[in-house]
């Protein structure tokens, strides 16, 4: 099965700072790559699919982008309800795997 | 509005045998696939499986295809995830979820199954 890498487990940053998250997939996986955001107690919220395709109502804070497998979400200009935990996921075929999810947390 | 309504917490013996369901309105049932993941405490998210809606197909992640089936009942547009031979380290929060072209993108609001003896 394909792994996807997830780096860093954690992070501290500021509000108004820019923040990036990282995963690797093992394999060419395309494009098929959409990125959450989990809050404790809460539903994932999905933010991206398509590598940087923004899902509806979600801010443009929030970009995608790929570098060959390695797959980047950037959240600009931090605000207080973007603390929470991040995950990757390569979907679209064969069995889905999350990455082990990034926890942005207040500096 | 698309909705995806689950049903409610389930405390199990281990060993048991839960099904979840997950009630949708909104969208077309048939026209997307229906995506199980779940969280267990203080770990992260782990896909379960998936189900289409249109035939039933399924695709079951490797460590539950054993323990784990899926349907829909298209009369309702209500998908069931059944785990059979429930373990204590299936204590988690289940969740569905719509999937298409999009990859997974209305949630349900989740699902707490706890097995204890």
């Given at each position: ?107 | 509005?698309?909705?995806l ?15 979840v369901s997950c009630k949708t309105?909104?969208?077309?049932f048939?026209?997307?696939y229906i995506t199980w ?14 189900i289409?809606a ?16 899926m349907t829909t009942d298209?009369?309702?547009s209500t998908a069931y995830m ?14 569905c ?11 349900g ?9």
């Amino acid at each position: 099965d394909i792994q996807m890498t997830q780096s860093p487990s954690s992070l501290s940053a500021s509000v108004g700072d820019r923040v990036t998250i990282t995963c690797r997939a093992s394999q060419d996986i395309g494009n098929d790559l959409a990125w959450f955001q989990k809050r404790p107690g809460k539903a994932p919220k999905s933010l991206i699919w398509n590598v940087s395709s923004l899902q509806s109502g979600v801010p443009s804070k929030f970009s995608g982008s790929r570098s060959g497998t390695d797959f980047t979400l950037t959240i600009s200009s931090l605000q207080p309800e973007d603390f929470a935990t991040y995950y990757c996921l390569r979907y679209n075929s064969g069995p889905r795997t999350f990455g082990q999810g990034t926890k942005v947390e207040i500096k | 509005q698309v909705q995806l309504v689950q049903s409610g917490t389930e405390v199990k013996k281990p060993g048991a045998s839960v099904r979840v369901s997950c009630k949708t309105s909104g969208y077309t049932f048939t026209s997307y696939y229906i995506t199980w993941v779940r969280q267990a405490p203080g770990q992260g998210l782990e896909w379960v499986g998936w189900i289409s809606a249109y035939n039933g197909n399924t695709e079951y992640a490797r460590k539950l295809q054993d323990r784990v089936t899926m349907t829909t009942d298209t009369s309702t547009s209500t998908a069931y995830m059944e785990v059979r031979s429930l373990r204590s380290d299936d204590t988690a929060v289940y969740y569905c979820a719509r999937e298409a072209q999009r990859g997974p993108d209305y949630w349900g609001q989740g699902t707490l199954v706890t097995v204890s003896s």
